[in-house]
Every structure is written in structure tokens, then in C-alpha cells.
């Protein structure tokens, strides 16, 4: 059980074009999703917090007009990099909690964007 | 944001020995949880605790909560070559809003044959 997906594992694109990564909870309803970004040999860095039916949180200093963040439903939320430049090339990771009182995250396999 | 020391950095330990690890800090957390992460891979849930003084095994993994509630720590027993990754802790404060953890630094295991 608690199984999340991410889409795709791998993407290449050029500057300036928009990538979009999909979320899943397989098995359960998340009532909140997280997306974290995590850089070579360090621990994972909260961007965003989604709440199903309403918008985003985001981390201080995350900009939410590039990183587009949708969780329009209980088993999906996707991440949208707009305009992506060399810099935006990381790991993206998905994590998803399954109940109110429940403070569990199960993530997903991530996402390794790199813009060329 | 609120810090959380975990140590060591990372170990090299042969095959067969148990490797100890923790996360201390000066604030205290309601939930501890301990997560796996293999080489290009999401972290994976090993242990979850949720009250002081709380111990709690999963196969050759053990892991406490302080009672302090300030610390946690994690013990694997009889290592093999697949617990080589990189192990981090997560915390859950009393003020934290929206189930948000903040995480260690992450410890770096090495398994030698």
C-alpha cells in the first residue's frame, strides 16, 4: 500500500519551453501533496505544499509563476516548470499524505529534469 | 527554518556490523519518521514514531524517540550490501503547518564486503 507514481522518471528539454510532471497516489487519497527538490549529495528542499481544491503554498524564495503546482484531485497533482532555463535542472520529488491524522509521506520515484 | 542535526555524515561499516545513526535538535517534534533513499530513487518510509519514548522495529531496523522529544535515533543490525543509501530522519513540530516535515541532512552508508 501508499504507492506513488511520478511522470516521467526522465525529461530533457530546451530553454525556455514548459515541462510538466504528474504525481499519483496509486492506492490511497491524498488530501496533501508535497513537491520537493533535491540537488546532488543533499537532503530534500520543500518548494510547494498542495492541498486538493486550492491553491499551493509555497516556500520563501520558490517563485509559484514558474513552478505551477495543480492538485485538482485526491490522486493527482502536477508540477509545471514554465520557461525553463539550465538552472531549473534538478530532481524533482513528489510526496503525498493519506489521511488527516497521519503525518506520514510517501514519495514518489522522482523526476530528473535537465534543460539544455 | 527550523534545523535538524543528523549525524554522522556518513559511515563505512563491513558487512555483518550494526550501524547506529540520530537527529537531535533544539526544538521538539510531535512525529519522527526515518526514510531510506537508494541512488536516483524516492524516499521510502522505514520507521514512523509518534510518541516519547517510543520504540519501534522493522525487520533488522530499530528506531526510538526521544523522550526528550528532541531526538531520534536508528539502528540497523547485521548490515548487508542493500542497506547501502542514504538514510535521512524527518520531523513533524507542534506548529508545523500542513503535516510538513523538515528533514536531516541525510547519512551516507556504505556497506564493504
Known amino acids: 500500500g501508499a504507492v506513488v507514481s511520478q511522470h516521467p522518471s526522465r525529461v530533457i528539454c530546451k530553454s525556455g519551453t514548459s515541462v510538466k510532471i504528474e504525481c499519483r497516489s496509486l492506492?490511497?487519497?491524498?488530501?496533501?501533496m508535497f513537491w520537493y527538490r533535491q540537488f546532488p549529495k543533499q537532503s530534500l528542499m520543500l518548494m510547494a505544499t498542495?492541498?486538493?481544491?486550492?491553491?499551493?503554498?509555497?516556500e520563501q524564495g520558490v517563485e509559484k509563476d514558474k513552478f505551477l503546482i495543480n492538485h485538482a484531485s485526491l490522486t493527482l497533482s502536477t508540477l509545471t516548470v514554465t520557461s525553463a532555463h539550465p538552472e531549473d535542472s534538478s530532481f524533482y520529488i513528489c510526496?503525498?499524505?493519506?489521511?488527516?491524522?497521519?503525518?506520514?509521506?510517501?514519495f514518489g520515484p522522482g523526476t530528473r529534469l535537465t534543460v539544455t | 527554518g527550523q534545523q535538524l542535526n543528523q549525524s554522522p555524515q556518513s559511515m563505512f561499516i563491513q558487512e555483518g556490523e550494526d550501524v547506529s545513526m540520530n537527529c537531535t535538535s533544539s526544538?521538539?517534534?510531535?512525529?519522527w519518521l526515518w526514510y531510506k533513499q537508494d541512488p536516483g530513487e524516492g524516499p521510502v518510509l522505514l520507521i514512523a514514531?509518534?510518541?516519547?519514548?517510543e520504540l519501534t522495529s522493522n525487520g533488522r531496523l530499530t528506531a526510538q524517540f526521544g523522550i526528550t522529544r528532541k531526538d531520534s535515533f536508528l539502528n540497523i543490525s547485521a548490515s548487508i550490501p542493500s542497506d547501502v543509501g542514504i538514510y535521512f530522519c524527518?520531523?513533524?513540530?507542534?506548529?508545523?503547518?500542513?503535516?510538513?516535515?523538515?528533514f536531516g541532512s541525510g547519512t551516507q552508508l556504505t556497506v564493504l564486503p
Open positions: 510526496s503525498a499524505s493519506p489521511g488527516t491524522f497521519s503525518y506520514e509521506q510517501y
Open positions: 492506492d490511497f487519497q491524498a488530501t496533501t
Open positions: 498542495s492541498n486538493e481544491g486550492s491553491k499551493a503554498t509555497y
Open positions: 526544538s521538539i517534534f510531535n512525529t
Open positions: 514514531l509518534y510518541k516519547a519514548g
Open positions: 524527518a520531523g513533524q513540530l507542534p506548529s508545523g503547518s500542513a503535516r510538513q516535515l523538515t
